[in-house]
């Protein structure tokens, strides 16, 4: 049976949750203890698959072909782990089970309630993650804040568990912000006094209280929050501001937090073992030489967390070097604006990274025409391989309204389209979603990099390029590096010649890790560290 973290978040959203309960998994872990983790999203969306960027972030794409929320990516890459389906729960999900259920019989006529089968369907949702995991320990990540409507059935599920497995098998940990007041020059606790009061009204004490803060908290801030929310004052710790956030699993660990933990909940431990860890943070913080600068050329790029996934993959690939990365991030509609010169000539490398809809998809083009014709590394992802496939179909190929069924439906070179099979889909869960083998062929980019010619990647696509137009591009000297293993599908472009030009279906930024980063993207970022130097 295992234990659990519970870890709710009070005054503001966006505080950084996810990535205090990644740090604990990290610590949790490097005592050797088996420690799964899961995140609860009360939104009513089933999966945030159907939601918009700049509403939710980065939709962060599992194994098993979840779409969920990019707190996974963080749990993913600081925890070294592959999650599954069972580690993200919604209340859509919740609430279809429940219906499901009744529209069975399986209540025998009862009336359906929150209380109690929304909150049973949550704990068993719970429970199942932490079972499928065979974990020791699972950290239990709430989504939103405290004293939100649609927290509270989760909030009531877990006091529930409390009760029903023994309050030595459960530990709440409560991250809230402290601000601080310039005129004042005081770190102000009342916010946190009243998100711990909303949690006492649902029958809920903080066993940890974590703070995010810009300074060190003062003496008189720890003694208040102890006193009024009832908490002793070595269980008040800090989660300051970060230069680098794989830095904060060290300043928690510093700090004891997992010894709290382990200590409520009666787990004795190895110490831990977080020598890699160290090293790596060490590079993080290095100074580097000279900055590459990598243009992130997309639709969604005034929400820093749209690409996240890509922008710590690109960290990764930069750590083992002595460059140091500056991502440029450009809207692919200033290129449209502007022009590639202008936007893109002190670049030293371009990503164009997956995406949905037709807007800013000539400046995509145009951004990898320039590439391709300047010599400049390239590297697109998914969409971005897409535009790619067009582009080269267009300027090389010679079949000018070369497009994808996606943007002109009966466009006469649909060189991406959906498989005959296909027709018909709709939007919501209809995609090739999660990991797929993929076959790569020797003497390619790609299989230099791999150093293996079977790969397993995770997509979440609908279009695929059309088989039709293969032989054409082939003979014109687009390089199919990598396909599904029956052949099928295309997986991988890339082009001879060119410093580095590649594309692939998949979304290789969920399989990077901060101490194994991924050889695609070490690829692009070796290439224009290299033109870098050059200029
Ligand atoms: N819109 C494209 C498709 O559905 C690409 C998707 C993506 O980049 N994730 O195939």
Not at 66 to 77: C, I, K, N
Not at 163 to 179: A, F, M, Q, S, W
Not at 432 to 445: A, D, F, K, M, Q
Request: hydrophobic letters at 35%.
């Amino acid at each position: 049976m295992s234990c659990f973290v519970f870890v709710t978040g009070g005054v503001l959203s966006s505080l950084g949750k996810g990535i205090t309960s990644a740090s604990l998994g990290t610590i949790l872990k490097a005592r050797g203890l088996k420690t799964t983790i899961m995140k609860c999203d009360p939104y009513l969306n089933v999966d945030p698959g159907t939601m918009s960027p700049y509403q939710h972030g980065e939709v962060f794409v599992t194994e098993d072909g979840a779409e969920t929320d990019l707190d996974l990516g963080h749990y993913e890459r600081f925890m070294d782990c592959n999650l599954s389906k069972h580690s993200s729960v919604t209340t859509g999900q919740v609430y279809s089970q429940v219906i499901q259920k009744e529209r069975r019989g399986d209540y025998l006529g009862a009336t359906v309630q929150v209380i109690p089968h929304i909150t049973n369907s949550i704990k068993d949702m719970i429970e199942r993650a932490a079972r499928i995991n065979d974990a020791q320990i699972t950290i239990v990540e709430v989504g939103g804040t405290v004293g939100d409507i649609e927290g509270q059935p989760y909030l009531e599920a877990i006091r529930q568990m409390r009760n029903e497995i023994g309050r030595d098998k459960v530990c709440n940990l409560h991250l809230t912000y402290i601000p601080f007041t310039k005129s004042l020059g005081e770190m102000k606790t009342k916010p946190t006094q009243h998100s711990v009061r909303e949690m006492r009204a649902i029958g809920l004490t903080p066993d940890i209280i974590v703070c995010r803060t810009q300074k060190p908290i003062t003496t008189e801030a720890r003694n208040k929050i102890s006193l009024f929310c009832d908490i002793d004052r070595d269980k008040v710790l800090e989660a300051r501001d970060v230069e680098c956030l794989y830095e904060v699993p060290l300043m928690l660990e510093e700090q004891g937090l997992a010894q709290k933990v382990l200590k409520k909940l009666s787990i004795n431990s190895e110490e831990p073992n977080l020598e890699e860890w160290k090293t790596m943070v060490s590079l993080f913080k290095q100074k580097k030489n000279k900055k590459v600068k990598i243009a992130v050329v997309g639709k969604y790029i005034k929400v820093a967390d749209a690409y996240i996934s890509i922008t710590e993959s690109l960290a990764h690939a930069s750590l083992q070097s002595n460059h140091g990365l500056e991502i440029v991030w450009i809207s692919s509609e200033q290129v449209e604006k502007d022009g590639t010169e202008k936007l893109l000539s002190e670049i030293d490398g371009v990503i164009v990274p997956g995406g949905f809809g037709d807007r800013g998809i000539e400046g995509k083009i145009q951004t990898i025409q320039f590439c391709r014709e300047r010599q400049i590394p390239f590297f697109g992802i998914c969409l971005g391989m897409q535009c790619a496939v067009i582009e080269y179909a267009r300027n090389v190929v010679g079949l000018e309204k070369a497009n994808s069924s996606e943007f002109i439906s009966d466009t006469p070179h649909p060189v991406i389209s959906l498989l005959p099979d296909q027709n018909g889909v709709v939007k919501g869960g209809t995609m090739r979603l999660g990991v797929y083998p993929c076959r790569i062929s020797e003497n390619t980019t790609a299989f230099s990099l791999y150093q293996t010619s079977l790969i397993y990647e995770r997509h979440r696509h609908r279009f695929e390029v059309n088989n039709e137009f293969r032989n054409l591009l082939a003979n014109k000297g687009l390089i199919i590096g990598g396909t599904s293993p029956d052949g099928q599908l295309v997986e991988m472009i890339e082009l001879k010649g060119h410093p580095f030009f590649m594309g692939c279906q998949f979304h290789p930024e969920f399989k990077s890790r901060p101490n194994r980063p991924h050889p695609l993207f070490s690829g692009l970022f070796e290439a224009a560290a290299r033109r870098s130097e050059e200029k």
